[in-house]
């Protein structure tokens, strides 16, 4: 295969950045294909696009099979640009690089490769056994890796990449002293948080919050159809219900709770491994895992989502004590927070209950990533620094 930088392109295909950034937007606007990367594919013939296609869920159309629908017969001797190394096994569907094979594709250009290791290069292979050239668009490939965070990190950790959803005042405060919190921040931040349950595996909360708020956590289709950033592939996609996950050491989550009564999948993370199996609904299961100081272990919550669901993406929406366990823990990769213009005061609860740290060098430290103002709030996204989390 031939790795080729932007730079390096010689006239003949100077568009090919335009086509690969065509597909890796329409892999990124796919709310969530879990436990399936987000995938785009645009097929081109004589400098034309002839197909374009997109992994819209488990067990449907990959990409690539998608785009060459699309494009019928002109699928003969045309270039296609795959955001990922196309699947070269049969899973829920056939293997890609058949497909791309047997439709007399004359070349593919890749953004990255797949590190599953029932891909990992096999698919590349395939095609080139075939005669089909291959090649790399090597300045693509963090941009093509940043639409699957959480697809690569469990392949390559086993943990599920962990975004962690806050809404404060701006002194800071997320509940009054009395537990107080529903709607600190605005309609608008509420429906934006709609989106990004959408796009995640599993949704994790503590079980002070569904005691305290009892929320449902699932996504509202109503929501979402408001929200003008929803995107095409996006438009018809939402087909559902993140697994709700509960962290509830003692068992105490009530049957009637919305958020088991409402449609989907939840998971009870308790410390006991004997409470595992059904429990007080039949979309309810309990899972034990190890204990820690705090209750439940948290990395042993992640790494079980991670292989007994195959959860890409997981967030985080639980009070401060959770939240800042997590933190803690350093097991969170990505912070989302919702600033609401209004002060709370210094009754009120803290974002994080997060003691213990005694001087500025032991500051656990975020780079902002994108900062907006979503109805009347400000929302700032954060990633944590490469070295949070490790000894
Ligand atoms: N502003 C926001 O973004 C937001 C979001 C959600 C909730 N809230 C508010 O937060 C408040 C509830 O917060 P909270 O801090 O009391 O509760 P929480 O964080 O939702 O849940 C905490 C509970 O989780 C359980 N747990 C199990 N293992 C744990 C571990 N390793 N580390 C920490 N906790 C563990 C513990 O109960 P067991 O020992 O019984 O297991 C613990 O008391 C509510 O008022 C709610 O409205 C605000």
Known sequence: ?????????????????????RAIDLAESVWTATPNPRVGCVLTKDGEVVGEGWHSAAGQAHAEIAALHHAGEKANA??????????AHTGRTGPCSEALIHAGVARVVIATLDTNPQVAGK???????AGIEVCHLADFDQQARAVNPGYFKRLEQGLPYVRMKLAMSLDGRTALANGESKWITS?????????????????????????????????????????SEVLEANSGGLNRQPLRVVVDSQLRTPGTARIVTCDGEVKIYTKDAKRTGKNIASNVEIVGVASSAGGVNLRSVLESLASDFACNEVMIEAGS???????AAGLVDELV????????????????ELAGLQSLAHSIEFTIGDV??????????LKAKRDYGKE
Request: one cysteine or more.
């Open 187 to 227: 309609a608008a931040a509420r429906s934006d948080v709609q989106r990004l349950r959408a796009s995640v595996s599993a949704v994790i909360t503590g079980i002070n919050t569904v005691l305290t708020d009892d929320p449902s956590l699932n996504v509202r289709r109503e929501d979402l159809v408001e929200n």
């Open 321 to 327: 004590t959770l939240s800042g366990a997590f933190i």
């Open 337 to 352: 927070v919702y600033i609401a213009p209004k002060i709370l005061g210094s009754d009120a609860r803290p974002l994080l």
């Open 1 to 21: 295969m031939k790795s080729l930088s932007n730079s390096k392109l010689d006239a003949t295909i100077i568009d090919w950045p335009v086509h690969m950034q």
């Open 78 to 87: 045309a270039t296609a640009f795959v955001s990922l190394e196309p699947c």
């Open 123 to 129: 698919g590349v292979l395939q095609l080139e056994q």
């Open 372 to 381: 907006r103002q979503v109805g009347d709030d400000i929302r700032v996204t």
